[in-house]
Structures are given as structure tokens and as C-alpha cells.
């Protein structure tokens, strides 16, 4: 069973950075986490689950959401099994639960706490 733990989030100040890494596990049956693309969503409170960015399986390819362009940028390390979200410029409204998703599977983590406000 593939599991995704999620890490880094903090509180933290406006126009403050946070790096956030989602971890991989578990795999079986000739499944290894390079084979498929992993997403980065958040989850305010009182809002729907929101996607923030894509990276490709060989990490050459990263897309996101508008409200995040030019400020987050998704990374990842195959080699450790590894995700990555370096968040620059944090505003109030990135507050959120952020969770990391492996699609081809549809598993997701628990989600880590990023709050940002002074």
C-alpha cells in the first residue's frame, strides 16, 4: 500500500518561504514512485480542496494554479522517493491544509499545516 507523508508546514509571516515535502512509500509489484505524476493540493478552512501544482513523472514538466504561478515551485527527487513544494512570497489567503496526491493510484496524505499571518 502506497503512503504519502507530507512535511515542512509552519506559521509563518507574510512574504515569508516554506519548503514542504511529501514522501513516498510502500511500493509494490514493480510500481516505483518515478513512473507517475504527483500533484500538491490545499484546503482552506471553510473551502474546497484546491490543486496548486503538477510535476511530471521525470520532474521536467511542474504546472500551477494561477494564484500561485511565479511564487511556488514543485519539485521532486526520485532517487529519495521525494516531493517538493518551495512556497516564496506567502501571503494570508496561501493558509491552508496542503496535501500531496498520487493520481494514478488516487492516494493522498494526511496534509500539512501552512499558516501564514503576523
Known amino acids: 500500500q502506497v503512503q504519502l507523508v507530507e512535511s515542512g508546514g509552519a506559521l509563518v509571516q507574510p512574504g515569508g518561504s516554506l519548503r514542504l515535502s511529501c514522501v513516498a512509500s510502500?511500493?509494490?509489484?514493480?510500481?516505483?514512485?518515478?513512473?507517475?505524476?504527483m500533484r500538491w493540493y490545499r484546503q482552506a478552512p471553510g473551502q474546497k480542496r484546491e490543486w496548486v501544482a503538477t510535476?511530471?513523472?521525470?520532474?521536467?514538466?511542474?504546472s500551477y494554479a494561477d494564484p500561485v504561478k511565479g511564487r511556488f515551485t514543485v519539485s521532486r527527487d526520485n532517487a529519495k522517493n521525494t516531493m517538493y513544494l518551495q512556497m516564496n512570497s506567502l501571503r494570508s489567503e496561501d493558509t491552508a491544509v496542503y496535501f500531496c496526491?498520487?493520481?494514478?493510484?488516487?492516494?493522498w496524505g494526511r496534509g500539512t499545516q501552512v499558516t501564514v499571518s503576523s
Open positions: 496526491h498520487r493520481p494514478a493510484e488516487d492516494i
Open positions: 510502500g511500493f509494490t509489484g514493480g510500481f516505483t514512485f518515478m513512473m507517475y505524476n
Open positions: 510535476i511530471s513523472a521525470n520532474g521536467q514538466t511542474p
